[in-house]
């Protein structure tokens, strides 16, 4: 491109001569001022234009870095050179040459491309580089066009017309550093894409343009093509489907001909703007209202609360804004924290004790007491406290729950004093914590002045959708003539040339960010000249065709940012959000230096600010922004950008590596340090499990886990793995279940990792955890060889914790097997050795207490060995010391214990009280097994008061939930308990059929410890078909009676023992059925006031027919 050229671009060709005589060349064009235009007689307005014009030139040299960019790449060949160049004289032949390169310079010059390399006849052109267009591909194909045309009309001396070929390609390559000096320096290109340019040039005919796949899908119907087919190419595995361009297409735009008819006028967004208007009327009565906003990335969501926004900020009223982040989806209550820092007003590095001041002015604002709420919520904030508050003798589960109730008591006591206007922008990537603390919020929100807005993306579900006063506001795309008020609106109310108007509303597909985006893209190409009612294309030839992809706008954007792009770039890898302080640390630019540079950014709109330098923070306008600049890095330069990045971290703000270390984490993971970026992602998975944010945990340590197999295998892998591995298993336990299948994979790996690399402890710790999962799959025989493997192995290390699980785990195995004097005995072994100060902290890497387990498989032992009192009150105490832990898995398991326990004893409003705790607390914490079972007990507890025909589908459902964790262990009895519920419907037969299921279950998993009682049942069953099967029924009975003896189950003996003997009444023996059960009645010695002994006393009552 020449001096005349450029004036030509910019609609200003009157200057040509003066510039041509004054000598003005491209060398010298960056260097004019005022008064040098002044002297070429330039008007004041023109000159504005060309200062602007060359201020841009300033503004977007070529950068020096090496970048990976989307190209479009053109390769020409002159055809038949080798015979021409045989028939002319070599100084003819090189003005030949000459003309030739000129004219093809010459047209990629006019469309501003780039000739990267001459060889002989062949020219290589880039277009997207070393400045991006938005349309690169229409660019490359109007150039080779007009190559085509002007080679055609150069000729020979010997006037021998020429003819050229032109291929054409679009792909991602790496641009990189400068080769070769002076005027002979050229690009080094590395990718496929020129050379299958190269590759499809051959492919053409004499005097035409072949494209690429990917170069046609960018152009559309710009161009009248011809499909040639799929090709093999020479170095491409897949064959290349290809086309020939024949000429510029004149026909309407694909938006025309798809939607020409049946397109309804919708102006604004008034339907959805008058919903959210007439939800703050109900608000402000009283009426707290709810209101989802819902639609894909870019459609308006923000925009149209915005337009809430500034409808009420001319009333008294609240406004409460909550942030989310993708970088923070693992980070609990992130948005909440977030909000209230800038609530407070903390400024980055305010010292702790001015952030404290400032948290208890802010709480004192709203009415509340600060030593109530600000221990709990400098907790939160990771502010200390020392010196001011005692600290909090709490565990980190109850610190959580106090936290939650902190939060939602300070937001309903800001919404007291005015009506509130609550905006939670891009949920989607919410945290799971903070979706706890809005759902207690929305439970107050019916009476509330308060209009909580949300926007997020369609993939979110919000948990609270059945909430009576939730709104969804669906955006759809925009139709044209709103996209055509928004294109006239970023324009200053200008109109767009029709066809420039028409290539965005096609290519935006009424995305407001994406029209917005790329109308401010055309704006700023030079292809549009301004007048007072519009604005007009610059010339007939100029390339109009819109950018064909955000990406590519977004880079060209950038492009004219190019001395402050490296800013852009280093925040981009900062993440969506960076401050001033932090980029100022990392970046080389300084001081009023990198001021400028962040003011150029928003002024070109491509970042927002809030507050002033050095305590500024900065937003990525649009998230796609932040990926355009982060991705213009190559992998070697954003390595060492994150490098960085996270040594700057660690040496100058180890604050936030030590409370957010999933930061280091990530920067460490991008700079290819991936051991430390494992290490980081484990800290980060131990610190959520701290505060039982279970849920983030697990994405950490996945997080984790993926970039330790990155690593080289070794001794070192293998260690780093093992830890997260067994925090891995530790999190499963406490929401998938023990029994949960990715529980079993973390175990079965942290056991093969443990036998080759870990320490002893390491190895116990597997064998614990794998015995577990067996056993809750009911896997009764392979629990009961890794507890005696366990066991063999913590008593030859001397481990005494490890002694104390092993027996405990013994003692669940012969309590599955049906012996519970073993059991019995175990679990009292176990407990001896139990200290709460030195095993209470365990749970946190078992899941569960020890002695909470252990002291809950007694309670329900000694209920079988006939103790129902000391039954009830060791799981009382049970209870009771899990909630002096103040572990809150532990509680949960507990109580549901308590409702086993109860369900055992047929005490159905204590099974009621036990579950339904149970299975609120286990649904705060996601413990999915827990839910499930306490779910189940409940449904059981309602027989003989609901009718079991209603009851049964809510049994079997509720069991069809609790096995889908993977669970087994209690199938057996479980299933028991729905045969007998099909016994009190009169369905012996259905019964029946699930009994068979009972045995097979039995047979397979050694699960004996309700044997008894399933032959019991099965005997009733028998008894109760139609054609009463007497002595199977009777044999039955006795069976259950046998195996309760054998089992030492002097409670299940019981129960059968007065079923026979109702029966051996029928029958005419009923002399025989008393003197059974007073045999059995008389090796009680508590629990009289039981059902089950009442029962019996009612069969040895004096008087009492049993006949």
Same mark, same amino acid.
């Given at each position: ?20 005589? %004054? *000598? ?113 591909? *229409? ?37 990189? +550093? ?9 690009? +080094? ?96 009565? #009283? ?36 942030? =989310? ?67 909090? +003798? ?46 207690? @919020? @929305? *439970? ?126 280093? #925040? ?36 927002? =600010?809030?507050?002033?330098?050095? *305590?500024?923070?900065?937003? @990525? ?25 996270? $040594? ?15 930061? %280091? ?40 886990? $993926? ?28 929401? /998938? ?74 003692? =669940? ?44 498989? $007694? ?26 832990? /103040? ?105 029946? &059929? ?33 054609? $009463? ?48 059960? +007073? ?8 629990? @009289?006031? &039981? ?17």
């Amino acid at each position: 491109m020449d001096v005349v050229e450029w004036l030509r671009g910019l609609g200003l060709e009157q200057y040509e001569t003066a510039f041509r005589e %004054a *000598e003005v060349g491209l060398d010298v064009l960056p260097d004019l001022t005022d008064a040098d235009l002044v002297e070429l007689g330039v008007s004041l307005g023109n000159r504005k234009r060309l200062l602007k014009a060359i201020a841009a030139l300033r503004e977007a040299p070529a950068s020096d870095e090496a970048e990976r960019r989307q190209l479009t790449v053109m390769f020409c060949d002159l055809v038949g050179s080798t015979q021409i160049s045989a028939r002319l004289d070599p100084e003819d032949m090189r003005d030949v040459i000459r003309a030739y390169q000129d004219a093809c310079s010459g047209a990629v010059a006019r469309y501003d491309g780039f000739v990267a390399r001459f060889m002989g006849d062949g020219i290589l052109a880039y277009f997207g580089f070393p400045r991006a267009h938005e349309d690169e591909a *229409e660019r490359a194909i109007r150039s080779g066009l007009d190559i085509v045309d002007a080679v055609a009309n150069l000729e020979t001396a010997a006037r021998h017309k020429l003819a050229v070929r032109v291929g054409i390609a679009t792909g991602i390559v790496v641009v990189g +550093d400068l080769i070769g000096p002076g005027p002979a320096q050229e690009r +080094d290109v590395v990718g496929e894409t020129p050379n299958l340019a190269a590759r499809l040039q051959a492919l053409a005919a004499p005097g035409s343009v072949v494209i690429a796949e990917s170069t046609m899908r960018l152009v559309g119907r710009t161009f009248d093509l011809q499909p040639l087919g799929v090709h093999a190419l020479k170095g491409f595995e897949t064959p290349v489907r290809v086309w020939s361009v024949l000429r510029d297409a004149r026909t309407s735009t694909r938006f025309e001909a798809s939607r020409s008819q049946g397109l309804s006028p919708m102006v604004n967004r008034e339907q959805e703007t008058a919903l959210l208007r007439d939800r703050w009327r109900r608000s402000r009565n #009283g009426e707290g209202q709810i209101v989802l906003v819902s639609g894909e990335a870019g459609i308006g969501k923000s925009r149209i609360v915005a337009t809430l926004a500034d409808h009420v900020a001319a009333s008294p009223h609240i406004a409460i804004s909550f942030q =989310c982040s993708p970088h923070h989806v693992n980070d609990a209550l992130y948005p909440i924290l977030s909000e209230i820092g800038r609530t407070a007003g903390f400024l980055n590095d305010e010292s702790p004790s001015t952030k404290l001041d400032k948290l208890e002015a802010m709480i004192a604002r709203y009415g509340l007491k600060a030593h109530e709420f600000a221990p709990v919520l400098a907790g939160a904030l990771s502010i200390p406290t020392v010196g001011r508050y005692p600290p909090l +003798d709490l565990t980190a589960a109850e610190q959580k729950e106090r936290t939650i109730v902190a939060l939602v008591v300070l937001f309903t006591a800001r919404t007291q004093h005015a009506p509130a206007l609550a905006l939670l922008e891009d949920a989607h990537w919410i945290d799971p914590t903070s979706l706890v603390v809005l759902g207690r @919020f @929305f *439970e107050a929100m019916p009476t509330l002045s308060v209009l909580m807005v949300i926007t997020a993306r369609p993939e979110f579900n919000p948990p609270w959708e059945s909430a009576p006063n939730l709104s969804v506001v669906q955006l759809p795309p925009l139709p044209r003539e709103e996209t055509t008020m928004m294109v006239q609106g970023v324009a200053g109310g200008k109109a767009l040339p029709a066809k420039i108007l028409d290539e965005i509303i096609v290519k935006t597909d009424g995305v407001p960010l994406f029209v917005e985006e790329l109308t401010r893209t055309v704006m700023e190409s030079g292809l549009l000249r301004e007048e007072s009612e519009s604005y007009q294309l610059v010339s007939a030839r100029t390339p109009i065709a819109i950018p064909s992809t955000l990406q590519d706008s977004l880079l060209a954007r950038l492009d004219r940012l190019n001395s402050v792009k490296d800013i852009a770039q280093i #925040g981009a890898a900062i993440g969506r959000e960076f401050s001033h302080r932090l980029l100022e640390e990392v970046s080389s630019v300084r001081g009023p230096a990198l001021t400028d540079a962040l003011d150029k950014l928003i002024d070109a709109n491509i970042i927002h =600010c809030s507050g002033d330098p050095p *305590e500024a923070n900065y937003t @990525f306008k649009h998230a796609l922004l932040r990926d355009s600049a982060y991705q213009l890095m190559i992998r070697a330069r954003r390595r060492d950008v994150h490098r960085n990045i996270v $040594r700057v971290l660690e040496t100058r703000f180890p604050q936030i590596v030590e409370t957010q270390p999933d930061i %280091a984490a990530m920067h460490h993971e991008h700079g290819g340090n991936a051991a430390r970026a494992a290490e980081y992602y484990r800290l980060a998975g131990g610190r959520a499990v701290a505060r039982s944010a279970n849920v983030e945990a697990l994405a950490y340590l996945n997080d984790g886990l $993926r970039v330790v197999e990155s690593l080289p295998e070794g001794t070192e892998r293998d260690r780093l793995e093992l830890q997260i591995q067994l925090q891995r298993a530790g999190a499963l336990r406490s929401t /998938k279940g023990y029994s949960a299948p990715e529980t079993g994979d973390a175990l079965r790996r942290a056991h093969a990792l443990s036998q080759s690399v870990g320490e002893p402890a390491q190895l116990l710790l597997t064998l614990a955890g794998l015995y577990a999962y067996h056993l809750v799959r009911s896997e009764t025989m392979r629990a009961g060889e890794i507890a005696e493997e366990l066991l063999t192995f913590a008593r030859q290390q001397g481990d005494t914790n490890y002694i104390m699980i092993g027996l405990r785990s013994m003692g =669940c195995v012969q309590f599955q097997l049906g012996h519970q004097p073993a059991a019995l005995d175990h679990f009292e072994q176990s407990l001896s050795l139990y200290d709460p100060v030195a095993h209470g902290p365990l749970a946190a890497a078992f899941g569960l207490d020890h002695k909470e387990v252990a002291a809950s498989f $007694r309670s329900t032992t000694l209920w079988l060995l006939g103790k129902p009192v000391q039954a009830e009150a060791s799981q009382q105490e049970t209870l009771s010391h899990a909630e002096a832990l /103040k572990h809150l898995p532990s509680i949960c398991q507990a109580l549901i214990y308590s409702a086993l326990l109860r369900v055992l004893s047929r005490d159905r409003p204590g099974v009621i009280e036990s579950a339904t705790q149970g299975q609120h607390l286990a649904r705060r914490l996601s413990f999915d097994l827990m839910e499930r079972g306490a779910s189940f007990f409940l449904a059981a507890a309602r027989r003989g008061e609901v009718p079991p025909e209603q009851l049964l589908p809510q049994m079997l459902n509720a069991a069809d939930l609790w096995w889908a964790t993977g669970a087994r262990q209690y199938q057996g009895y479980v299933l028991t308990l729905i045969a007998e519920t099909y016994l009190d419907a009169g369905q012996p037969n259905e019964g029946l &059929s699930v009994v068979a299921q009972a045995k097979e279950l039995l047979e397979a998993t050694d699960e004996r410890w309700a044997e008894a009682e399933l032959y019991r049942v099965e005997g009733m069953l028998l008894l109760a078909l139609p054609e $009463r099967r007497i002595a199977e029924g009777e044999a039955c009975l006795r069976k259950a009676i046998a195996v309760a003896r054998n089992h030492a189950a002097l409670s299940w003996e019981l129960r059968a023992s007065v079923d026979l003997a109702r029966l051996l009444g029928e029958l005419g023996r009923g002399a025989e059925g008393k003197a059974m059960v +007073d045999a059995v009645y008389r090796r009680f010695d508590e629990g @009289f006031d &039981s059902v089950d002994l009442a029962a019996a006393r009612t069969i040895l009552a004096p008087h009492a027919s049993i006949a």
